[in-house]
């Protein structure tokens, strides 16, 4: 199941203002209650100078499967691991080709935690050159195939994205001056220099108001502004606008 609009930017606009890591955890760990998922996992991979931290990332596997997989080191022969390392196009896990003896007991053992029968799999690639995969499954196999993978792909890499932004700044990955705007941020934030309100903003850039304003919201956060003025003069200084 999709997330609903509204639920979608409930859940970014939690994720985006999350001060500790333990708060975003726990966001991702109702993900799947709200979008009818089996789990959802952020797994973070490093950067090529620094491949892993202590912190991986999280999920909502088994804890039992999850210290199994980290204990066992499967991150050096995980297939998806792999394939997330060196692509940036989403994959669903049914792609994959599995042909050592370790990956067969990796997802051999994988099956006695019931993770999902079809997963979807998001490579992001971080302002810092992180690496990092988020990644959703569901008990129905082929959810993730046919026209309705497109919608998948396009709600899920937005959550992602902002897992990772929110992950490495709790985790200070890289400096909080380097964090981004989204293009949809940054169309927002200029609409606003120039004097537009939110329901003139949303008829130029056929948003709905509450979606402009969650932008609005998210990108002050970035900028550390306290109002839309004070993210304008901070964007406008920094070249952002």
Request: overall charge positive; aromatic content about 8%.
């Amino acid at each position: 199941m999709l997330i609903p609009p509204r639920i979608m930017q409930d859940l970014i606009a939690a994720i985006v203002e999350s001060k500790t890591l333990p708060e975003l955890k726990a966001i991702m760990a109702v993900l799947p209650l709200k979008s009818g998922l089996q789990h959802a996992v952020y797994h973070y991979l490093g950067t090529p100078a620094k491949p892993l931290l202590d912190i991986p990332g999280f999920a909502t596997y088994p804890d039992e499967w999850v210290n199994r997989y980290l204990e066992n080191g499967y991150v050096q022969v995980d297939p998806v691991v792999r394939r997330g390392l060196r692509s940036i196009l989403p994959f669903e896990w049914s792609e994959l080709t599995i042909d050592t003896p370790e990956q067969k007991k990796l997802f051999t053992e994988s099956q006695e935690f019931d993770l999902g029968k079809a997963a979807l799999s998001l490579p992001v690639r971080g302002l810092g050159g992180e690496n990092a995969l988020f990644t959703i499954t569901s008990e129905a196999p082929d959810t993730f195939s046919g026209p309705q993978r497109v919608n998948y792909v396009r709600d899920y890499q937005v959550l992602g994205v902002y897992v990772h932004e929110s992950f490495a700044r709790l985790n200070k990955l890289i400096p909080e001056q380097t964090m981004e705007l989204s293009r949809r941020e940054t169309q927002c934030l200029k609409l606003a220099s120039e004097g537009l309100l939110g329901k003139e903003i949303a008829h130029r850039l056929k948003l709905s108001e509450p979606a402009v304003r969650l932008y609005l919201r998210i990108a002050r956060h970035k900028l550390g502004a306290s109002s839309t003025s004070g993210a304008v003069a901070l964007g406008v200084r920094r070249g952002l606008i």
